[in-house]
């Protein structure tokens, strides 16, 4: 168990949706990451925060947006849903301070796009 | 964004063989970090590599950071079933503003047949 919690495990939605995917970082990390992986495909780095401020942005749709709230969690919006958005997204954490510190990362949310 | 050049792609190998995977990069990395994928769950971080020219190991696990801090190996030895998974390496340097923290490879898909 990486101390990473991501809800929910799994969701189905219809294109044109909008959906919230949650994470809880561990105990003590301040930053926070997301990553998007397609069928087959690696990590993609979308966006991190550190402590309430995005730090660095990756590959992350105009559709897609990101907030860390003052408990340290963190939620991805992904609206205007389309087919190709069906992916695993996963969260990652670490101290985040700006060190050598490995990411941690959670079992995933696993999005149906229909 | 950047990438690493992770090989092979994929392996199928008999149980109590060997394996061997590699990762090289173009760029410097201060670390080299090597997780593993089960399916249906979130990269596990195996083997963190601090240092040019370390050598760690892990239970069966090896890992080098190479001397020119552009590459990495991995290797198993004694390969069992529960070694099947997708192997990610991926390259760290210090989380900047801007720019993303870890750069992974595309994985190595390893699957040992009993």
């Known amino acids: 168990d990486s101390g990473v919690t991501q809800t929910p495990k799994h969701l189905i939605t219809a294109t044109g949706q909008r959906v919230t995917l949650r994470c809880s970082p561990r105990?003590?990390?301040?930053?926070v990451y997301w990553y998007q992986q397609s069928l087959d495909q690696g990590l993609q780095f979308l966006i991190q925060?550190?402590?309430?401020?995005?730090?660095a942005k990756g590959n992350i749709l105009e559709r897609f947006s990101a907030q860390q709230f003052p408990d340290l969690h963190s939620e991805l919006n992904l609206s205007s849903l389309e087919l190709g958005d069906s992916a695993l997204y996963f969260c990652?954490?670490?101290?985040?301070?700006?060190?050598?510190?490995?990411?941690?990362f959670g079992n995933g949310t696993r999005l149906t796009v229909t | 964004g950047q990438q690493l050049n992770q090989s092979p792609q994929s392996m199928f190998i008999q149980e109590g063989e060997d394996v061997s995977m590699n990762c090289t990069s173009s760029?410097?990395?201060?670390?080299w970090l090597w997780y593993k994928q089960d399916p249906g769950e979130g990269p596990v971080l195996l083997i963190a590599?601090?240092?040019?020219?370390e050598l760690t190991s892990n239970g069966r696990l090896t890992a080098q950071f190479g001397i020119t801090r552009k590459d990495s190996f991995l290797n198993i030895s004694a390969s069992i079933p529960s070694d099947v998974g997708i192997y990610f390496c991926?390259?760290?340097?210090?989380?900047?503003?801007?720019?993303?923290?870890?750069?992974f490879g595309k994985g190595t898909k390893l699957t040992v047949n009993p």
């Open positions: 990652a954490s670490d101290v985040g301070t700006g060190g050598d510190s490995p990411l941690h």
């Open positions: 991926a390259g760290g340097r210090p989380s900047q503003g801007g720019s993303e923290k870890l750069v």
């Open positions: 590599l601090y240092k040019a020219g």
């Open positions: 925060y550190y402590n309430g401020e995005e730090r």
């Open positions: 760029s410097i990395f201060n670390t």
């Open positions: 105990s003590g990390d301040l930053s």
